[in-house]
């Protein structure tokens, strides 16, 4: 548990830290270090508290159950992952009608992603990694407001392409990973019985 735990501060705090810092350029550490050289730090750190996280959440299967959800909260959380999965490749698109609507498709993709397994999951490891990633989700969009960052302004021009690539690509992601891919991937089976 001590492993996992240490790889959701890292990861976490490592993101807390870049939601928080100042971005005045006297202050401002990715513009005194330079883009490469703070992304290329932010990545590694990064990835070390996310590999920690995967190794500790596989060690702590079986660590406790909190609660257990009804059945019909594991259909809740495959709705909740379609729109998640939608939003997710919305946020790496163009701007289309989603990304202007959501403003910031990744932190709502993240928040459904993270209330849906919540809904879902009662073990501790579970509430401990989704409620991790729905408070951060939460905290980050409340601080991208106050920054004044709204998504995409009224001047960016609107692809409906980009909907529509987002809306197909996204269901093909969540079709692999509910049918396909969540066991191989994580030892669960996504579609409940």
Do not use: C
């Not at 163009?94 to 459904?112: E, N, V, Y």
């Not at 601080?143 to 996204?170: C, H, Q, Y």
Request: glycine content about 10%; hydrophobic content about 55%.
């Amino acid at each position: 548990m001590t492993l996992y735990i240490l790889g959701l501060a890292i990861f976490f705090g490592l993101h807390l830290y870049s939601a928080l810092r100042s971005r005045a350029p006297e202050k401002d550490l990715r513009a005194r270090f330079g883009e490469g050289p703070y992304m290329g730090l932010y990545s590694i750190i990064s990835l070390i508290g996310f590999v920690m996280i995967i190794y500790g959440f596989g060690a702590t299967r079986g660590a406790g159950v909190l609660y257990v959800p009804p059945t019909w909260m594991a259909h809740t959380n495959l709705v909740l992952t379609i729109p998640a999965m939608i939003l997710l490749v919305a946020s790496q698109m163009p701007a289309g009608r989603i990304k202007k609507i959501s403003k910031h498709p990744m932190l709502l993709a993240i928040k459904f992603w993270a209330l849906g397994h919540l809904l879902a999951n009662g073990e501790l490891n579970s509430v401990l990694l989704f409620g991790s990633f729905l408070a951060y989700a939460i905290f980050d969009r409340i601080m991208v407001k106050r920054r004044g960052d709204n998504g995409p302004g009224p001047e960016a021009t609107l692809n409906p392409v980009m909907d529509i690539i987002s809306i197909v690509a996204g269901l093909g992601i969540w079709a692999a990973i509910a049918f396909w891919l969540h066991p191989i991937l994580f030892g669960v089976v996504a579609m409940p019985a």
